[in-house]
Nanobody, 119 residues
Framework: QVQLVESGGGVVQPGESLRLSCTLS????????????MGWYRQAPGKQRDFVAH???????SYSDSVKDRFAISRDNAKNKMYLQMNSVKPEDTGVYFC?????????WGQGTQVTVSS
């Protein structure tokens, strides 16, 4: 069974940086990490869950307009990890950040990690 665990959240001030990690464990019929497309979503209090960033199996990346040029998504297939480097954070970046792994029709979600940007 595939499981995802996010880490690295916390409280930061506007303009600071933070790096989130997502670790995948378990397997889909004996598969390896590199078969999954990965992504980050976030959910602010009282709002829907929104797309943040995506990285394909071949490491092609895409971002929402609100984080483009500030955030960077990456993956380390040897460590079964995905990262989100968050730079120049803003109060509107506050929320619970979830990672997702997708393969075919299967999607797996983590439990989320809280990021709070406040002065």
């Amino acid at each position: 069974q595939v499981q995802l665990v996010e880490s690295g959240g916390g409280v930061v001030q506007p303009g600071e940086s933070l790096r989130l990690s997502c670790t995948l464990s378990g397997s889909y019929f004996g598969s390896t990490f590199d078969i999954y497309a990965m992504g980050w979503y976030r959910q602010a209090p009282g709002k829907q869950r929104d797309f943040v960033a995506h990285i394909t199996q071949g490491a092609t990346t895409s971002y929402s307009d609100s984080v483009k040029d500030r955030f960077a998504i990456s993956r380390d297939n040897a460590k079964n990890k995905m990262y989100l480097q968050m730079n120049s954070v803003k109060p509107e970046d506050t929320g619970v950040y979830f990672c997702i792994a997708g393969h075919g029709t299967e999607d797996y979600w983590g439990q989320g990690t809280q990021v709070t940007v406040s002065s």
